[in-house]
């Protein structure tokens, strides 16, 4: 989580979504860090608005008043992501060498299922506690390369990230097996609905990012 109250963005890092990458650039323009440890950079917004109730009080700096943005995976993409990183990475939570994405699935650890037992979703970064978006815009990781440079030209920030914290085992060397796929699009149903969301959201979100640069 990174907040600038001089370029007035605030970019929320969603997990396995290239934020180590993202936050390289954003960093030296933010006056504001998340909390030590992975859950003080993977702050939802909801929780961020909270938390940071202070910046967001000051004249000028209300919480609508940033273009407040992040990355999201297919969630299918994103869970696989997730297996693969915590197989070839050196992690706290490393999954044996040898484990199938079967046997990870139905594991059911904290990747798949929250501590109350519900979906663990990407959606509950960028959605207040009604499920409606908080995000201006959530950028489609598979489109990463052509849809960030605009929004950091916008906010006048160096438009090349690099790709960092990438998971050590290939893309291709993992698959989710066929008899899985419909179980596992089931289970991340509601990101789902999100993610369809995205194009129309991002098209209103960067009209009023380009009327503020204005």
């Known amino acids: 989580m990174l907040i600038s109250k001089r370029h007035k963005f605030l970019f929320v890092a969603n997990t396995k979504a290239a934020s180590t990458s993202i936050e390289a650039i954003l960093a030296p323009h933010a006056e504001i860090q998340g909390p030590p440890g992975p859950k003080g950079k993977h702050l939802p917004l909801a929780r961020i608005r909270q938390q940071f109730a202070p910046v967001f009080d000051a004249p000028g700096q209300s919480f609508d008043s940033f273009f407040r943005f992040g990355v999201m995976r297919d969630p299918m993409d994103w869970i696989l992501s997730w297996f693969r990183y915590r197989k070839g990475n050196l992690v706290e939570a490393p999954l044996p060498p040898d484990m199938s994405f079967e046997a990870f699935w139905h594991a059911a650890d904290w990747n798949i299922r929250d501590d109350k037992g519900a979906p663990y979703s990407q959606g509950r970064i960028f959605l207040d506690?009604?499920?409606?978006?908080?995000?201006?815009?959530?950028?489609?990781?598979?489109?990463?390369?052509?849809?960030?440079?605009?929004?950091?030209?916008?906010?006048?920030?160096?438009?090349?990230?690099?790709?960092?914290?990438?998971?050590a085992i290939p893309r291709e060397a993992a698959r989710i097996p066929r008899?899985?796929?419909?179980?596992?699009?089931?289970?991340?149903?509601?990101?789902?609905a999100l993610y369809d969301q995205l194009t129309a959201l991002n098209a209103a979100g960067m009209a009023r990012l380009r009327q503020r640069q204005a």
């Not at 008899?179 to 789902?192: E, K, Q, S």
């Open 129 to 167: 506690e009604s499920g409606s978006p908080l995000a201006d815009v959530i950028l489609p990781y598979h489109l990463l390369d052509s849809l960030l440079p605009p929004v950091l030209a916008a906010l006048g920030l160096p438009t090349t990230v690099p790709r960092l914290n990438t998971s």
């Open 179 to 192: 008899h899985l796929r419909a179980a596992v699009c089931t289970h991340f149903a509601a990101d789902y």
